[in-house]
T-cell receptor
């Protein structure tokens, strides 16, 4: 597509429930990234996918977080047994080349609120 | 490892004032440098970039020059508008393969009419 698409744009969930966040990157972009932005904070790197290589999961904050990327395109970030501290905006970005040397293109994010 | 340092915010200016947001970096090799902007309630947008030393990125009246000797990429605008109120992130992409895109903490700018 023309841009990076994320869904849903807003999600309110009860503590302890599982949630899935979706990212549809720009067509042809081989690299895909997930970041988290808590209220008033900077960007926290979560996970990075590059082509068919094993993902860099070094930023995932706990084993409740996981992500997959099917067919080198759409990615799903799953948070199990959500906690209130998981409330944040989850941003997805894609880039044409590895490491984003040309710059990332970001989606509009999913605002997750855990109540 | 690679890192980016930005001036602390928030920055509050009157309309038509001159803006500087400082950004310095630490990186091996030859990184590319970026400024991203996040308007209220929106995602991050690429504002400008520079891919080699002495390059100047510019967009929407904003400029930043890649200074390798001072490892800096300061953002400037000669006359800010209320619509420039946003959070600005300095970032770099390292020259090595893999996930090495590093963001600064962001600087919130408020422009008053």
């Amino acid at each position: 597509g023309a841009g990076v698409s994320q869904s849903p744009s807003n999600k309110v969930t009860e503590k302890g429930k599982d949630v899935e966040l979706r990212c549809d990157p720009i067509s042809g972009h081989t690299a895909l990234y997930w970041y988290r932005q808590s209220l008033g904070q900077g960007l926290e790197f979560l996970i990075y996918f590059q082509g068919n290589s094993a993902p860099d999961k070094s930023g995932l904050p706990s084993d409740r977080f996981s992500a997959e990327r099917t067919g080198g395109s759409v990615s799903t970030l799953t948070i199990q047994r959500t906690q209130q501290e998981d409330s944040a905006v989850y941003l997805c970005a894609s880039s044409l080349v590895s490491g984003g040397k040309g710059g990332y293109t970001f989606g509009s994010g999913t605002r997750l609120t855990v109540v | 490892g690679n890192s980016v340092t930005q001036m602390e915010g928030p920055v509050t200016l009157s309309e038509e004032a001159f803006l500087t947001i400082n950004c310095t970096y630490t990186a091996t090799g030859y990184p590319s440098l970026f400024w991203y902007v996040q308007y209220p309630g929106e995602g991050l947008q690429l504002l400008l970039k520079a891919t080699k030393a002495d390059d100047k990125g510019s967009n929407k009246g904003f400029e930043a020059t890649y200074r390798k000797e001072t490892t800096s990429f300061h953002l400037e605008k000669g006359s800010v508008q209320v619509s420039d109120s946003a959070v600005y992130f300095c970032a770099l992409s390292g020259s090595d393969y893999g996930q090495n895109f590093v963001f600064g903490p962001g600087t919130r700018l408020s422009v008053l009419p």
